[in-house]
């Protein structure tokens, strides 16, 4: 009995620790990049030791693979969680635009370490995460968006259109917000998470 409680007690501090480290790698790729991202730049801001980021992770490239899976549940799971609370297809398609934009606007620095893994790291088979088409954690996200699209018009909410464009275009006003373009100093987020939902809205509308 008293083994397992010590065991118990190892793995939560081990998870503690891994936990307090991804905090320090999410903040380091918000203040210097990818490129700079060294262990030890990041065992800096954890305030440890390198050695002990190793005996957690094998490499930079482990870490940053375990993160980046961390930043897609987490969002992933706002998202969806405030898409359940809506019953018609329209809601729920407000919902959906308005919390991406909400969980990243509030979460500028994971957003940030997120399109940096995206842009300069590469997937435990080598493949840039760029490259790859949407999987795991980020597809629940996109299938949700396509599930919402053809609901609305099976049961006649929404018009006739391409549910794939429509989700790409969606999800590409979502993502040009918050990748630190002009319209980011110009509109604030509000302002154009209710733009968006409006122009989305007409688009999708059933024609009467």
Avoid: C, W
């Avoid at 019953?87 to 620095?109: N, V």
């Avoid at 994971?110 to 790291?121: P, T």
């Amino acid at each position: 009995m008293k083994e397992a409680g010590k065991e118990s007690k190892q793995s939560f501090i081990a998870e503690a620790r891994r936990e307090q480290i991804v905090e320090a790698a999410i903040k380091t790729l918000d203040e210097i990049g990818y490129v700079s991202a060294s262990l030890s730049q990041i065992a800096k801001r954890a305030g440890i030791s390198t050695a002990l980021i190793s005996y957690h992770f094998a490499d930079k490239n482990d870490l940053m693979n375990d993160l980046i899976m961390r930043l897609l549940e987490q969002s992933s799971s706002y998202i969806l969680e405030r898409v359940g609370r809506a019953d018609k297809a329209m809601e729920k398609l407000r919902l959906f635009i308005e919390a991406s934009l909400a969980y990243q606007g509030t979460h500028p620095a994971r957003n940030a370490a997120l399109l940096e893994i995206i842009f300069n790291g590469r997937s435990p088979e080598n493949v840039p995460y760029y490259k790859l088409g949407d999987d795991g954690e980020g597809d629940l996200v996109i299938a949700e968006l396509k599930r919402i699209l053809n609901e609305g018009q099976q049961h006649g909410e929404f018009g006739a259109f391409h549910v794939d464009v429509m989700a790409s275009v969606i999800q590409g006003a979502i993502g040009e917000y918050m990748s630190y373009t002009g319209i980011t100093k110009q509109v604030d987020l509000e302002t154009y998470a209710s733009e968006l939902v409006n122009i989305v809205s007409k688009a999708v509308r059933k024609d009467v």
